[in-house]
């Protein structure tokens, strides 16, 4: 395997032809070759690419005497060529946000760790503080990336209060590029559900979307004594405020994205509302599709490394969910990836597990673990593998040049081998001292990975 670490500080643009690989867009794929040039896509040739005919032959033995001695040829022949992956839900950061102690820099190893795995823009929040501007958590949570990113990064803002002038601060940070919002329905930073319906008000006037962690609080806060973590936040906290958005989305005619969907309950309400016509965007996680509940069972500390919200479910909801994959229901898989540490943040709150972090690892592993359980397990299609985790991503988050490989997009590619490996420690590269897919035997990941056409080796 060869790996190539973009540095967004700089670099030397090459050029560089990516030969006899299989092009795979959301709604296509071709055997053809890849000119990038100057950090775009220059050119593709193929004989199945619109607007070639049939003099290919000809067409591209002539391209390859004008570019001898100035091109880097790289032979993908028996690989595939994906557009960059794109990481829509992530949290680097959150230990040292939240207060939990960290050496690691967040910022540089999780960006690095997303490129290692493919993923070439990772979408994080910028969280509003009480009495703080949108404007202002923007500017600051970017100002934590200066000079520290290994990839592309993008951001939603988190709204964690009201202000009167709302619709105002939308518009300023629509105006710098951010076209998504974050609320919470659980936690500290929870909207009432007056707030929400504002909210949602003004982002169908401004065209933005609306990603809700949907956990009705007071169910939780119920169930917070029961002694089996799946119960303390169960399927129905989740359920009963998707429901809730759902009609909240009928009602304000706003774009909603349910993030980490993780039953099977929240997946029929999803698809129902979708056949009803309702603007509703499904996100699941690798750790819903995978993990179960059964990580609960293990009476040890070991049973903290899988804390995180909402919690994992049942067997029956991986097959539910899945299947929601496979079917087109689900729109987009990310990670919701927090790199706490086992050991401090985790397993010493083993006897109060309201203490434990929650959050799990994931950036590094994602189109690996999905790769392998879909494509290679399911025989899903890879354009929709494309589609679930670059194109859908690009188009919903108005990530531009992004998500789809054609000439004069970025040059932000992953070619990819199917190779087999085993999930150890010692090829992680995220902040952590753990991996909740540690052991596992996997089939796919990166043999290069470019960004802007920058190949630049780590």
């Given at each position: 395997m060869i790996l190539f670490f973009y540095n967004c500080s700089g670099g030397v643009s090459i050029k560089t032809l990516i030969k006899n690989g299989v092009i795979v867009n959301y709604d296509s794929t071709i055997k053809g070759h890849i000119?990038?040039?100057?950090?775009?896509?220059?050119?593709?040739?193929?004989?199945?690419?619109?607007?070639?005919?049939?003099?290919?032959?000809?067409?591209?033995?002539?391209?390859?005497?004008?570019?001898?001695?100035?091109?880097?040829?790289?032979?993908?022949?028996?690989?595939?060529?994906?557009?960059?992956?794109?990481?829509?839900?992530?949290?680097?950061?959150?230990?040292?946000?939240?207060?939990?102690y960290k050496e690691t820099d967040d910022f540089y190893t999780e960006t690095k760790a997303a490129l290692i795995g493919g993923t070439t823009t990772i979408v994080d929040f910028a969280e509003q503080e009480k009495g703080q501007r949108l404007i202002d958590a923007l500017n600051k949570r970017k100002k934590r990336y200066e000079g520290k990113a290994n990839c592309k990064y993008a951001f939603h803002v988190a709204i964690t209060e009201v202000q009167d002038d709302l619709y105002n601060q939308l518009v300023e940070i629509k105006n710098e590029g951010v076209n998504s919002v974050k609320l919470y329905t659980t936690y500290g930073m929870k909207l009432g559900n007056d707030h929400i319906l504002k909210v949602m008000d003004c982002c169908s006037k401004l065209n933005m979307v609306v990603l809700v962690h949907c956990e009705e609080d007071s169910i939780i806060n119920y169930c917070k004594d029961n002694l089996n973590y799946s119960k303390q936040r169960p399927w129905q906290a989740e359920q009963t405020m998707v429901n809730t958005i759902i009609n909240f989305s009928r009602l304000t005619d706003c774009t909603c994205y349910i993030c980490h969907v993780s039953s099977k309950e929240s997946a029929h309400a999803i698809k129902n509302a979708k056949e009803q016509g309702v603007k509703v965007y499904m996100e699941t996680c690798p750790q819903y599709l995978i993990l179960n509940s059964d990580k609960y069972s293990t009476p040890s500390a070991e049973m903290t490394k899988f804390i995180l919200s909402p919690p994992l479910r049942?067997?029956?909801?991986?097959?539910?969910?899945?299947?929601?994959?496979?079917?087109?229901?689900?729109?987009?898989?990310?990670?919701?990836?927090?790199?706490?540490?086992?050991?401090?943040?985790k397993e010493k709150y083993f006897?109060?597990?309201?203490?434990?972090?929650?959050?799990?690892?994931?950036?590094?592993?994602?189109?690996?673990?999905i790769y392998d359980l879909l494509v290679e397990k399911y025989g899903l299609n890879p354009k929709d593998l494309v589609k679930l985790l670059s194109y859908n991503p690009a188009k919903i988050l108005s990530l531009e040049d992004r998500g789809y490989i054609k000439e004069g997009n970025s040059a932000d590619i992953v070619i990819w081998e199917r190779e087999k490996f085993k999930v150890t420690m010692d090829i992680i590269k995220e902040g952590t001292d753990y991996s909740p897919y540690e052991g596992m035997e996997l089939t796919g990941r990166p043999k290069y990975v470019f960004i802007n056409g920058q190949a630049i080796k780590g």
């Open positions: 000119l990038v040039e100057n950090g775009v896509i220059k050119r593709i040739f193929s004989k199945e690419y619109e607007g070639l005919n049939n003099d290919f032959e000809e067409l591209l033995k002539k391209s390859y005497d004008d570019l001898l001695g100035e091109c880097e040829v790289i032979d993908a022949e028996g690989n595939f060529i994906f557009p960059g992956f794109i990481d829509a839900h992530t949290h680097p950061g959150l230990p040292e946000d939240l207060g939990f049942e067997k029956e909801d991986n097959e539910a969910l899945i299947k929601a994959c496979l079917e087109g229901i689900t729109d987009v898989i990310s990670t919701d990836h927090c790199a706490f540490l086992y050991k401090e943040h006897k109060d597990l309201n203490k434990a972090a929650k959050g799990i690892p994931g950036i590094q592993l994602r189109v690996s673990l």
